[in-house]
C-alpha cells in the first residue's frame, strides 16, 4: 500500500493527526496522547492496514517535549507507519502503554522509562531494568547533567 | 644473582657479626647459605616456566575486543600453541582474565568479584582501548568506567581498537615474560593495598 493510500485510511481513526514523510520512505503521523491507544488498537485491527508488528519503539527527547515513536509494520501487508506522541510535561511525563496490543512494547517502555523518565499508564510492572534501582534522573534525556563522569562540550 | 651479598656464616665473622642463638634453643641449627638460595631459585624456575606455560583464562569478552579475542584462540592464530590451553567459564578455574571490551559501572562490581573468585596466583590483560581508557567512543558516558584498572590491578595492557590477534599474542607473550622473572620470596599480591591507591 502505498503512503497516500495509508494516510487516507488512518485520517479517519482519529482527529488532529499531522501526517508528514520528512523525505523517508515511511508515512509518519503525529497523534494527540490522548487518542494515542486507541488509535494503536485501531492500526492493529483495521482489516486494511493490520499493523501487528511493532519493530522498533524509541524514546525522544525533543526539548522541551518528550515522546515516544512507534515504527509499526504489517507482516501480512507488507507496509509500514511511523507513529509519533509527545508530551510537554517533563516533571511528570506520562503516555498510555501500548503493551496489550504489541507484547514486544512492554520491554521498549520499560527502556524508555529507564532512560526518558516517561511513564505508561496501565503498564504491568514499570521499573529500573538498565540502570541500578536507586539511580537519580533520566541520562538520555538533552538536560541530563553527570559532573563526576562526563566531560560537557 | 646479587653479587656483593653475604652469604656465609664465615663472611659475617669476618665483619665482626655474629649469629645470635638464644642458649635455651632446644634444636640444631643448620647454618643458611649451603646451597639452600639454589634450590629455591631453581623451584622458582620450575614454578615459574609451569605457571606461564599453562594460563588458563576466564571467558570474559564485553564488547567487540571479544571477537579479536577469539580469533587469537581459534585455528590460524591458536594462542594454544604458547599454553594458553584453554579458556573457562568459571573464575575458578582460570589464572588470567582477559578484559576483552568496555567496563560500565553495572559490570565493574561483578569484574571485581570474579577476579575475587580467583586462585592465586591470577594475572589481568586489559585489551583494546576501552579496557585501558574507557575507550575512543565511550569515555564521555554516565555508564562506562575509565579504565578497568580503577576495578582490579592489571599487569599488560594491549593497546588497539580493537587490538589485531597478533597485537594481543605479543601481550599474553609479554606476561609470560613477567610471570618467569617472580620469585617467590619476594612476590607481592597486586591487590594489596590496590583499594587504597596504591
Not at chain 1, 121 to 129: D, G
Not at chain 2, 80 to 85: A, K
Request: with cysteine; glycine share 8%.
Amino acid at each position: 500500500m502505498t503512503n497516500e493510500d495509508l494516510q487516507n485510511i488512518v485520517t479517519g481513526l482519529g482527529t488532529d493527526l499531522e501526517f508528514t514523510t520528512e523525505g523517508s520512505e515511511f508515512l509518519n503521523v503525529t497523534v494527540p496522547k490522548e487518542q494515542l491507544h486507541s488509535i494503536c488498537s485501531q492500526l492493529k485491527s483495521h482489516p486494511e492496514l493490520k499493523f501487528d508488528y511493532a519493530f522498533c519503539i524509541t524514546g525522544m527527547d525533543w526539548v522541551p517535549a518528550l515522546g515516544v515513536i512507534y515504527h509499526l509494520e504489517s507482516t501480512e501487508l507488507k507496509h509500514q507507519i511511523v507513529v509519533k506522541v509527545m508530551t510537554e510535561d517533563r516533571e511528570n511525563p506520562t503516555l498510555d502503554s501500548v503493551h496489550d496490543i504489541w507484547q514486544t512494547a512492554d520491554f521498549h517502555e520499560l527502556e524508555i522509562f529507564d532512560f526518558f523518565g516517561i511513564k505508561f499508564n496501565n503498564h504491568p510492572k514499570l521499573r529500573r531494568i538498565f540502570l541500578t534501582p536507586e539511580w537519580e534522573g533520566f541520562p538520555l534525556r538533552k538536560d541530563y547533567v553527570d559532573e563526576a563522569n562526563m566531560i560537557i562540550k | 644473582m646479587g653479587v656483593d651479598k653475604k652469604r656465609y656464616l664465615s663472611q659475617l665473622e669476618e665483619d665482626g657479626l655474629k649469629q645470635v642463638v638464644p642458649a635455651d634453643f632446644p634444636g640444631k641449627i643448620i647454618p643458611g647459605g649451603n646451597g639452600g638460595n639454589i634450590v629455591v631459585t631453581t623451584l622458582d624456575s620450575v614454578i615459574n616456566w609451569g605457571r606461564a606455560n599453562s594460563l588458563w583464562s576466564l571467558y570474559f569478552g564485553t564488547s567487540c575486543c571479544a571477537i579479536e579475542m577469539m580469533q587469537t584462540g581459534a585455528a590460524r592464530h591458536d594462542y594454544s600453541r604458547f599454553g594458553f590451553e584453554v579458556a573457562r567459564a568459571s573464575a575458578r578455574q582460570a589464572d588470567l582474565i582477559i578484559i576483552a571490551g568496555t567496563i560500565v559501572n553495572k559490570m565493574g562490581p561483578v569484574l571485581r568479584r570474579l577476579y575475587d573468585q580467583m586462585a592465586e596466583p591470577k594475572y589481568v590483560i586489559a585489551m583494546g582501548a576501552c579496557a585501558i581508557s574507557g575507550g575512543p567512543f565511550y569515555y564521555n558516558s554516565y555508564s562506562v568506567i575509565k579504565g578497568a584498572d580503577h576495578v582490579i590491578p592489571v599487569d599488560v595492557y594491549v593497546p588497539g581498537c580493537p587490538p589485531r590477534p597478533e597485537a594481543l599474542l605479543e601481550g599474553m607473550i609479554m606476561l609470560q615474560q613477567k610471570i618467569k622473572t617472580e620469585n617467590m620470596a619476594k612476590k607481592v599480591n597486586p591487590i594489596d593495598g590496590f583499594d587504597e591507591g596504591k
